[in-house]
């Protein structure tokens, strides 16, 4: 009956997302506040058409929160569904083969900046609702919280959540920003990697100089910034920032066995992104590389001429964006603070730093034992046939840590995208299949979870 | 009689001049190529103006070259003035304050992209020339050649002097495109580093990928290309290529003695640039660093994302542009090929580099007892009252070898910007004292060479 109803009604689901991805939700750039706006009324109006009680947007310091509630029974358990519907920037825009803003089927697939991440995937649990209301299935109450700051790091989440803790009573957070293994292997991510993001400078002289004149006699900034970051690794792969180690817990040679049992094939792996050889921390696989270490990533760098031809500037500054990507037990302001004073422990006399945080959040492992995993991994079975595979992804949530402070609730990553998605790449898409099955998924965890 | 002609014309000097500098004839950037050509016409149009047998562009397979031609004599002695109408891109823009092309005068200097490097310095030679003209003072044959390439390496100079030997013949060239060691210390330049400017590409995924999902297994190309430019130089800043130093001339301790011996205040120098320390080769002072000893410089980095905010990417690829500041001997298409091959060669077998070279120029050593460099030194002596110092200057002027292998002339570069003109840089500029004294000293160059 579900299916059925997806089957007859897809083309108006897809209608309605593609509305969404019209308009660019872009969190980080200013220029684009109107557009975040119009995207968070787009969603509450979404609530209400699916079924909802009611539906607000809660303003924020930054970019509005979506709130909406659905209530079936006070004996039932509540759901509470975290999604985003900002988006990161498209760029580079000229490696795009689509327009970012306009939706574009192809191979089955969606290409458009959020299609995954996460417009596509929270407006799964929008769809289960208007299924639920229409075809009287609700398991759960459900509360919607939809935020617009995820990508720049929710910075007025935890003053929302802490301010409206009874708003938020639940008994699961339910989250669909997370990857399967494959069509073929469903996964449920139970562990995500926390983040500390940061913007270096490091400058020279007090004006950019000419190379022939000045060059040899005063410090680059370019070169100088070049050998800060390229101390931030020994020549294991390893983060050498005194400190940074000190909290990552080893995981046990019984716990790195059950992690490398998920299905990977390194050879594909390497073809589909394109490369010879991986590189990392000597010592580890590639699974247990982006799940359960701690990495370092310069995520842009920029200083002097840039453009055509040649330019013989010794340029005043350099800049960077370095993030770094942590595991359980590692707080952010903590390895913040390590890393502005390392970088700036490391600069010579000859040059100024700046070191500046961007936004940072926790790691979080998920319980594997809870009764709405189980909910989930029983929603799975019936929907797919296969029992799901529980995984580590390399990605970053911080709010589910949040979630566990302040509410006292677990979360449940049931996501439906794909590791090729192209999230924050050019190109980024979601398949129609994973899209439609995930709504499927979606209403059979509410009834499963809403009799258990 | 010419002190006066230049006070009373000197506001009509200053007009002319500026009208050169309104428009942006920037050769690195194809969207100027008509600003160029432009300014190619208003500079044949001020030889003839100035009173020249005739004047007119020759075509290249760049920009054009401008010819202009002033006889007195067959006895008399002929000197080829070059000089450069192209000028060097105005990024950043935001730090001018006054725009580039648009001629501003404050504290006595002229605010100008250009002002300097080289429009102002070249048309004293052409105002030089209507002052000798006018006043029937013309000591020696003047054939002016004045280029469009200059700021990305000449590239089609070469042929066209091969081309054209018989019409350049001369006894000397004349060049006005380098500094004074200050207004109360006038000197002469005898000496110019070469010039190997490169262009790299470190390429790995391919495209970019979410740093969350694949960050720790994947080679980031901005951290290894920051590692590969690290390793350029050793702990005692040196340039760590293989070979890089084989040609060099290393210099005996009275040669040593007497290039420290120029004028020169490290706590001033510091200052006027705003730095605490200077950074480079150890066991060199600031003179010798800037003067005889090669350099590895870094102009321009870019790669990933570079806007407001944070942006999670693991970039698909990082490029620099790297230049190299030669001395006598090391030949720039010999360094391109080491370095070229080295940066290759310690490329990890996890990303792709590409290694493009832009253009070269070969150092240069001028003699310091030809009978034009005495003829320069007696102008001196009688315009400034003092005799100059021989320096050695650390940028380049690539075609000074060029002139001598081509055509076998030794060069003059008698040069009246300061260091501190800020050439390359926002808010280039060229003071009005150097320019009417520069052509003041001009004139009497030619009277004295005439004579010689």
């Not at 299935?137 to 409206?164: Q, R, T, W």
């Not at 900034?221 to 101390?231: D, E, G, R, T």
Request: hydrophobic share 35%.
């Amino acid at each position: 009956m579900v299916k059925e109803y997806i089957e007859q009604n897809q083309t108006r689901f897809l209608e309605e997302l593609f509305a969404l991805l019209r308009v660019p939700s872009v969190s980080a750039d200013s220029r684009f506040k109107g557009d975040v706006r119009q995207t968070a009324e787009l969603v509450r109006q979404a609530l209400l058409d699916a079924g909802a009680d009611h539906a607000r947007l809660y303003e924020t310091a930054g970019h509005p929160i979506v709130y909406g509630e659905k209530r079936v029974s006070n004996d039932a358990p509540t759901v509470l569904v975290y999604g985003h519907y900002d988006v990161q920037p498209p760029d580079p825009l000229d490696l795009w083969n689509s327009p970012p803003f306009e939706p574009t089927v192809k191979d089955g697939k969606i290409f458009a900046r959020g299609a995954c991440d996460d417009k596509g995937q929270f407006f799964m649990h929008v769809k289960a609702l208007e299924i639920m209301s229409k075809k009287n299935l609700h398991g759960c109450n459900l509360k919607f919280m939809i935020e617009g700051e995820e990508e720049v790091g929710s910075d007025n989440l935890a003053p929302f959540v802490k301010e409206h803790k009874d708003l938020l009573k639940a008994d699961v957070v339910l989250i669909s920003d997370t990857s399967l293994i494959s069509l073929d292997t469903p996964s449920i991510t139970c562990g995500l990697r926390g983040l500390s993001y940061m913007e270096v400078e490091v400058e020279s002289a007090n004006r950019d100089l000419h190379s022939g004149v000045y060059g040899g006699a005063v410090a680059n900034p370019i070169n100088i910034l070049s050998k800060m970051i390229a101390s931030l690794h020994d020549d294991q792969g390893r983060v050498a920032i005194p400190g940074f180690y000190d909290k990552v817990h080893n995981l046990t040679t019984e716990e790195r066995a059950e992690i490398n049992r998920a299905p990977f094939n390194e050879e594909q792996y390497k073809k589909e992104i394109g490369l010879e050889a991986l590189y990392g921390e000597k010592g580890f696989t590639t699974i247990e590389r982006t799940g359960i270490r701690p990495t370092l990533d310069c995520n842009g760098i920029w200083g002097g001429y840039t453009g055509e031809g040649a330019k013989t500037v010794l340029p005043a500054r350099a800049s960077a964006k370095i993030s770094m990507r942590l595991v359980p037990d590692q707080h952010p302001n903590e390895i913040t603070e390590l890393f502005s004073n390392h970088f700036k422990s490391i600069a010579p006399p000859s040059v100024r730093v700046r070191v500046k945080a961007h936004h940072g959040g926790e790691a979080a492992v998920t319980p594997t034992d809870s009764k709405a995993f189980l909910a989930a991994s029983s929603a799975f079975q019936e929907v797919w046939g296969k029992k799901p595979i529980p995984t580590r992804d390399g990605g970053s949530i911080p709010i589910v840590a949040l979630f566990k402070r302040e509410l006292g609730l677990d979360t449940v990553l049931m996501g439906f995208g794909l590791d090729t998605d192209a999230l924050h790449s050019p190109n980024e898409h979601y398949g129609i299949k994973n899209f439609l099955i995930g709504i499927e998924t979606i209403v059979a965890f509410n009834r499963h979870f809403g009799k258990s």
